[in-house]
């Protein structure tokens, strides 16, 4: 009998439990100030991410820049030697064929660079934080 009774008052007490959590659920719904909370919460959230991509964007161009007059640094002084090469040796096909090279990796790192710009702006666009 007795735990017939803890049975039930414990199912009864479940029930309630349940009743007042969709009662409360259903408020946080529907409260105007949750829900403007939550607006202000989302907005500053986006803010953060936005200044947060700009400055990474910034320092992309910045590294970007480097990157691209490194390459092109690299680039010429690659020619440059194969260019003496070619000068040297008599195999200019060679020489030729590691020129075309250069130019391909060149272009290669660019192509990163600038790919990455587009990357992180899609990321951005989509909500995506990696």
């Known amino acids: 009998m007795e735990r017939q009774n803890s049975k ?3 199912k009864a007490r479940k029930e309630d439990y349940a009743r007042i959590h969709t009662l409360v659920d259903s408020a946080y719904k ?4 949750i829900l403007r909370r939550k607006e202000e919460g989302k907005a500053e959230k986006q803010r953060k991410k936005e ?8 320092e992309g161009k910045r590294k970007g820049e480097t990157v691209e007059e490194e390459t ?4 010429s002084k690659m020619r440059e030697e194969f260019t003496e090469e070619d000068n040297r040796h008599s195999t200019s096909v060679e ?8 130019s ?4 290669e ?4 660079v600038l790919f990455g ?7 951005l666009r989509i909500g995506f934080v990696g």
């Open 104 to 107: 391909e990796f060149q272009t």
């Open 117 to 123: 710009e587009v990357e992180d702006e899609l990321r």
């Open 30 to 33: 529907r409260d105007p100030r």
């Open 72 to 75: 092109g640094r690299q680039a």
């Open 51 to 58: 200044a947060k991509f700009l400055a990474k964007k910034e």
């Open 95 to 102: 020489v030729r064929r590691k020129l075309q090279e250069v």
């Open 109 to 112: 790192r660019v192509w990163i």
């Open 8 to 10: 039930l008052s414990e």
